[in-house]
C-alpha cells in the first residue's frame, strides 16, 4: 500500500464499514467499462455530506489520489483509479423527487437515469437524454461526460437539462452551483465546468434537472438505403425540411449484417444487409400527424424500402436491430475500439467515404451506428486480440480515425470524454494554449491534483496496458 497512515486515518475516523479494504471491494473497484485495471487502497462508500468533506480533507492532507465511481459505465477509463489511492463510491446517494408543478426532477448523483425516467414519466414529465446503457449508468456519470443518447439531436444532451448542482470541491467545501430555478445569471458558470469534466473538478451529490412535458404521440419509421453515402443525403434533405425527429439513428450495412444474423430475420425482406435509418418522431398528436406526411414522401422520394409501425410493439420489433447491433458485432472480433466521434452535417459523406477506406487499408472490420440527429456515430473497430497484426491495424486505425474527424470539423468525443483512452488525442482537437487554460482551471480547483488524477492530459497509451477478460451486464446493449 503507497498511503497506509491515511487510510487507516480514514478508517478510524470513519469506520470500516464506511471506508472498506476487502480484496474483492478493492478489485470490484479497480476498473470501469474500458476495462483497464488499477486497484484501489480502499472503497469509501459516503454516507453524508461531512464523510465527503473529511474524505477530500485527508486526501489533501496527505496527497492521496480520489477516483469518484458510480456504476462504472464509462467507456474511456475516466472511473478507473489510475493512481491507486481512494475510489469514492456514490451509488448509495439515490434518492429522486419529481416536482410536477415546476416540472423538476431533484435527484443525487447515484440514481439510475431510467429511473429518473420513469419516476418523471408518472408524473407526466420527460427527461430525454438516454445513453444506451441508461438501465445500468447513474445521472452522476452522466453529468460528468455530459452524456446525450438517442434523444440528443431535437432535445440535446445532459447539459441542456442541468439547473443546478451541488457537491464538494476537491478542496473538500460544499458549494452549490445554481438554484432550481429556471433562469440563473449571478456569478461565474461554474455549473458548466463542471458538466463533462469527468470528476476532475469536483464530486457531484446532487442535481436539479429540468423536466420537459411527456410527448402526447410518437411514430416511428425505418428505412432502408442503397449505401451508407445514400443514406447520409437523405437525411440531409430531412433536415433540410426544417424538420427534427425526436430520434434520427443510422446503422451501416455491417451494423445491419450483425444484427440480423444475432436475430435470424431480415429487417427487409429481399434487402439484406441494407443500411438502415431509424426515424422516431415524438409530440402533440397534431405535430406528429403533419410530420408523419411530410416523412413518408420524404422516404418514398429517397429510400429504398421503408416499414413504419402501426402500434408500440410494432415500433419495438422495428427497435430490434439497433438494441442488437453492438452486442452482436463480436462474431467480427472479440475487441472492439468503440469511438463516439462527432462529424459535422455537411461532411457526412466524405466520412462514409473515408471509412470504407479506412476498412479496405486497416483490413479490419468496422461497424459504424450512432445518432445523425446530431453527428455523434459510433465507429467500432473490430479486432482479435491474440493477433498482434490486427491489434497493430487497430493502433492505426484509430489514430487515422481521430485525424479524420479534426480535419472535418468534428469532435473526438460526442459523450464518452477523453478519460484514460483519449488522451493521445487531446492535442488533436485543443491548441496548446486551449489545454493550458484547461490545466490553470484544474490546478485552481485541485491545487494539490488528488481529484481523478492521470486522465486527459497525460498521454495514456492503452495498448501497452493489459485489459481484464470480463464482461460487464451493459457491454452488448
Known amino acids: 500500500m503507497k498511503y497506509p497512515v491515511a487510510t487507516r486515518l480514514l478508517q478510524r475516523r470513519l469506520g470500516d464499514r464506511v471506508v472498506r479494504t476487502a480484496a474483492a471491494v478493492r478489485a470490484a473497484a479497480s476498473f470501469d467499462s474500458s476495462k483497464l485495471p488499477f486497484l484501489p487502497e480502499a472503497v469509501v462508500f459516503p454516507r453524508n455530506h461531512d464523510e465527503l468533506t473529511a474524505v477530500l480533507e485527508l486526501a489533501n492532507k496527505h496527497r492521496v489520489p480520489v477516483t469518484v465511481r458510480g456504476r462504472g459505465t464509462s467507456l474511456t477509463g475516466s472511473a478507473a483509479p489510475r493512481r491507486g489511492g481512494w475510489v469514492v463510491d456514490m451509488l448509495g446517494w439515490n434518492r429522486i423527487h419529481i416536482d410536477a408543478e415546476a416540472g423538476m426532477a431533484q435527484v443525487q448523483a447515484g440514481a439510475k437515469v431510467a429511473d429518473i425516467q420513469r ?17 445500468y449508468c447513474t445521472i452522476g456519470g452522466n453529468i460528468a461526460c455530459n452524456a446525450g443518447g438517442m434523444h440528443g439531436g431535437k432535445y440535446g444532451v445532459t447539459r441542456d437539462f442541468v439547473l443546478a448542482l451541488k457537491g464538494h470541491l476537491p478542496t473538500g467545501e460544499l458549494v452549490q452551483w445554481g438554484t432550481p430555478t429556471k433562469k440563473f445569471s449571478a456569478g461565474f458558470n461554474l455549473r458548466d465546468l463542471w458538466i463533462g469534466s469527468e470528476g476532475m473538478l469536483g464530486i457531484v451529490t446532487d442535481a436539479t434537472l429540468k423536466l420537459i412535458p411527456l410527448p402526447a404521440a410518437r411514430w416511428t419509421l425505418l428505412a432502408a438505403f442503397q449505401t451508407e453515402s445514400a443514406a447520409f443525403r437523405a437525411v440531409r434533405a430531412l433536415f433540410a425540411l426544417r424538420l ?7 446503422l451501416d450495412r455491417y451494423s445491419v449484417l450483425c444484427a440480423e444474423r444475432a436475430t435470424g430475420t431480415t429487417v427487409f425482406p429481399g434487402q439484406s444487409g441494407c443500411p438502415v435509418v431509424l426515424l422516431e418522431l415524438a409530440g402533440t398528436a397534431s405535430e406528429v400527424g403533419e410530420q408523419k406526411r411530410i416523412i413518408q414522401k420524404w422516404a418514398r422520394t429517397h429510400a429504398l424500402a421503408h416499414r413504419a409501425a402501426r402500434t408500440r410493439s ?21 475487441s472492439k475500439l468503440n469511438e463516439d466521434i462527432v462529424i459535422p452535417l455537411r461532411n457526412y459523406e466524405k466520412f462514409a467515404r473515408f471509412l470504407d477506406r479506412l476498412r479496405r487499408e486497416s483490413k479490419l472490420s468496422i461497424p459504424t451506428f450512432g445518432h445523425l440527429g446530431d453527428g455523434n456515430l459510433h465507429v467500432n473497430i473490430m479486432y482479435h486480440r491474440a493477433i498482434p497484426a490486427e491489434c497493430r491495424a487497430a493502433e492505426r486505425a ?13 469532435a473526438i468525443s460526442g459523450e464518452h470524454g477523453i478519460g484514460l483512452a483519449k488522451t493521445p488525442f487531446l492535442r488533436l482537437q485543443h491548441s496548446p494554449a486551449q489545454v493550458r487554460a484547461m490545466q490553470a482551471v484544474k490546478r485552481a480547483l485541485d491545487p494539490r491534483g488528488v481529484l481523478n488524477p492521470g486522465k486527459m492530459f497525460e498521454i495514456f497509451e492503452v495498448w501497452k496496458h493489459r485489459r481484464l477478460e470480463v464482461k460487464l451486464p451493459w457491454d452488448h446493449k
Open 119 to 135: 419516476a418523471a414519466e408518472a408524473k407526466g414529465w420527460f427527461y430525454p437524454p438516454d445513453p444506451s446503457s441508461k438501465e
Open 244 to 250: 427534427q425527429p425526436a430520434i434520427c439513428e443510422f
Open 314 to 334: 410494432e415500433a419495438e420489433a422495428l427497435w430490434a436491430v439497433r438494441r442488437k447491433c453492438s452486442g452482436a458485432m463480436f462474431e467480427l472480433g472479440d
Open 398 to 410: 484509430v489514430k487515422s480515425l481521430m485525424e479524420t474527424v479534426v480535419a472535418l470539423g468534428g
